[in-house]
């Protein structure tokens, strides 16, 4: 267990601190409440897990074989959070075209754009892969833990969604929260950019 700690507290501070799949899932649980936050954080478990579970068993390699690929999924990547930033920014309550809470499907395919998530899949597969075990009962552990440990993460920023909720009954201040969100989505975009 001890030699697991050091992965456990990495998924913990990759899971909890903020990026992407948290400031969606803030906005989707302000807006829609936990519930409608429910898909999205199984869509993001379940995208975490088979991208860090192909991370482990060889995925990295093409990486260190083409580090263009590496580039090109950043900067996808980095375009993907503009774009939804533009339309977590667009959101709005009482609008001809209501938003939709965003889907299992969407938060799962989402991971493969998501710049953090790739950092953090890259990472648990070159450093935190235990050494002389069957390498996809290795791979199948460290994705298994950072599920465990993310999840209760992401229920944490959907639930804080959900709690500033009655805040944001006023057009208006809903308005600002999802620009304020679909801002920190730029911010993180260009970040990723460097």
Sequence with gaps: M??????????????ATPGPNNVMLATTGANFGGRGALPAILGIQTGMFVQTMLMCVGLGSVFTAYPLTQQVLRIAGS???????????????????????????????????????WVKAVTVASVFMPAGHNPLAAALLVALIGTLVGMPC????????????????DPRKQRVFNLTMGAIL??????FLR
């Design 2 to 15: 001890t030699e697991l700690l050091p992965l456990m507290s990495y998924c913990f501070v990759m899971s």
């Design 79 to 117: 375009l993907y959070l503009v774009f939804l930033a533009w339309k977590l920014s667009g959101a709005s309550v009482g609008g001809a075209q209501a938003p939709k809470a965003v889907s299992f499907a969407q938060a799962a395919i989402f991971q493969a754009l998501n710049p953090k998530s």
């Design 154 to 169: 992401n229920v944490m920023w959907a639930l804080f969604g959900v709690s500033i909720r009655h805040l944001l009954k």
């Design 186 to 191: 730029l911010v993180l975009a260009v970040m």
